[in-house]
C-alpha cells in the first residue's frame, strides 16, 4: 500500500501569532500558501505535503513545553530536507525573523549517524524539526 500525504492540522491559540511563526519557517522550507481564509486557518504546500494552521476556541489540546532535555517529543512533526544547507537556510530564517530553536542547526549522532537537523517549538508548544541524513549510498538511517 502506497499512501501520500493529504495534510498535517496543527491547532495553535491565536492564528495570527501562529503565522509570525510560521510564515518564515514554512516559507523557508519552500512551503507556499495554498489556501484558508488568513483569519482562522490556512495551508501550506510543498509538493504533495500540506501543513494546515487552525485557531481553535476553546483549545482542545494544551501542550507542555518541552525542556530540550527530552530524546523524543510524542507529538511533533519532522521533515526530511535535501541537504545540511536547507537546514541552515531554514535556521537563518527563522532567526532573521527573531526565534530562538529549541535544538539548534547541527549534527544529533544520538538520533542517527549523519542527522544534521534543526529543531523550533511555536508559541502552543507544537515541535517542528528539519533535518538531513548524509549516509553514504545504499545504507538507512536509524
Known sequence: MELGTVHICLEVASFKKAMEFYRPLLQAAGFVKAWGDSATYCGFKNGTITVAIAESK???????????????????????????????AIARAMATAGFTPLFPAKEYPEFSPDFYAVTFCDADNNVIEFGHFSLPAGTTPG
Request: aromatic residues 4%.
Open 58 to 88: 476553546p483549545r482542545r489540546v494544551i501542550r507542555q513545553a518541552p525542556t530540550g532535555q527530552e530524546i523524543a517529543v510524542a507529538d511533533h512533526l519532522g521533515f526530511s530536507v535535501g541537504s545540511r544547507e536547507d537546514v541552515d
